[in-house]
């Protein structure tokens, strides 16, 4: 399985102006049957091929939890991201995740987190200084949804839905009261520093007792959480190679998932063309040859956005079927134009 991540963030006017770097792309995609839709993006994928169940959430907390146990007893774990909040005339948006915390603002941070929240039976932890989980003492019955889905929107639409997410919002409520004025985010504003003035909780479930045999046998990535849910799965993690050809050499491991990201934000349009050539040279023509003498008989190529996730099933064709595909194949950014979220 090829998972190319953030593809269908990127405008669709900078994706036709680098369409030219990507024709054995668009060809693939076009011989593969109708995609298949799924509305939980990465997570999706990453806990489908893992073997992990789907509960109210994919239970990406209770995995990580798994990964690096951080507490005993809890009954229901819940990914807790610091975030910085906006607040616009109408609304209030979730404005950015933060990533630079220190392990001495983290622990202040949680400190009066916890000493709040007790009495409620929640409890935070830090496996790392930006990753925090939630951990409840009681079953939660509520649906989330991940932050990169509700990055930049207005919140309402993207708040915990449910039996309990009336409790779930007043508990962020709260937090996000307890961080306002925390003596942490005074000592970033001095240093320009973006706030942590709020937690965005998703990706829960109930601690993972069983799971189906996983559906693959490595993966190769280099994004901190595919990797450490695949671990906490018992899946070998290694890191990206650099082409197809170069994985084929290296690894045995079948099947396998590779999960490619493109580039982002304000750097995709200057690179597009570059990162799409690239692409083609080092997994899409060596895919397309490898079907042409019959060493791959079928590839899942996963294209993803923030909150949607494209699955295409690309097969082995007749001469017939790819001389056809060569003359006709739109390009890329037509194929991708009814899924992009930009």
């Keep these: 399985m090829l998972v190319v991540r953030g593809l269908l963030d990127i405008a669709p006017a900078t994706l036709a102006a680098a ?7 668009a060809r693939l995609l076009a011989a593969a049957a109708a995609p298949l839709i799924d509305a939980d993006a990465s997570a999706a994928i990453l806990c489908a091929a893992l073997g ?16 690096s146990p951080p507490g005993a007893g809890a009954q229901y774990w819940a990914c807790a991201d ?10 209030v948006r979730l404005a950015g995740t933060i990533a630079d915390l220190g392990d001495a603002e983290t622990a202040a941070l949680l400190s009066t987190l916890n000493a709040h929240f007790a009495a409620d039976g929640l409890a935070f932890v830090a496996p790392s200084a930006n990753r925090w989980l939630l951990g409840f003492a009681a079953p939660q019955a509520v649906t989330t949804r991940d932050t990169d889905a509700a990055l930049g929107k207005p919140l309402f639409a993207y708040l915990p839905s449910g039996p309990d997410a009336a409790r779930w919002r007043r508990w962020q409520n709260e937090m996000q009261m307890l961080l306002f004025e925390h003596p942490v985010n005074a000592a970033r504003e001095a240093g320009g520093g973006a706030l942590v ?11 993972i007792t069983a799971s189906t045999p996983a559906r693959i046998a490595a993966l190769y990535a280099d994004d901190w959480l595919a990797c450490e ?35 982002v934000g304000d750097e995709a349009g200057a690179r597009l ?10 997994w899409i023509k060596p895919a397309a040859g490898a079907f042409h003498v019959g060493t ?7 294209l993803t956005g923030r909150s949607k996730a494209v699955r295409y099933t690309a097969r082995r064709l007749t001469l017939a079927r790819r001389l056809r595909i060569w003359r006709t194949a739109p390009r890329l950014s037509a194929l991708l134009a009814a899924h992009g979220e930009a």
């Design 197 to 207: 003035n709020g937690i965005w909780l998703w990706g829960g479930g109930a601690p």
């Design 82 to 91: 610091p975030v910085t909040l906006a607040v616009d005339r109408d609304d």
């Design 296 to 302: 791959i008989g079928e590839l899942d190529v996963v």
């Design 229 to 263: 849910l695949a671990r906490a799965a018992g899946v070998t993690v290694a890191a990206l190679p650099p082409s197809l050809d170069a994985l084929r050499h290296q690894s045995s491991r079948s099947p396998a998932l590779v999960q490619l990201a493109g580039p």
């Design 52 to 67: 992990v169940a789907k509960q109210r959430d994919w239970p990406v907390a209770p995995l990580l939890a798994h990964a």
């Design 19 to 25: 369409d030219a770097h990507a024709p054995a792309f």
């Design 273 to 282: 063309a570059q990162w799409l050539s690239a692409l083609e040279q080092r």
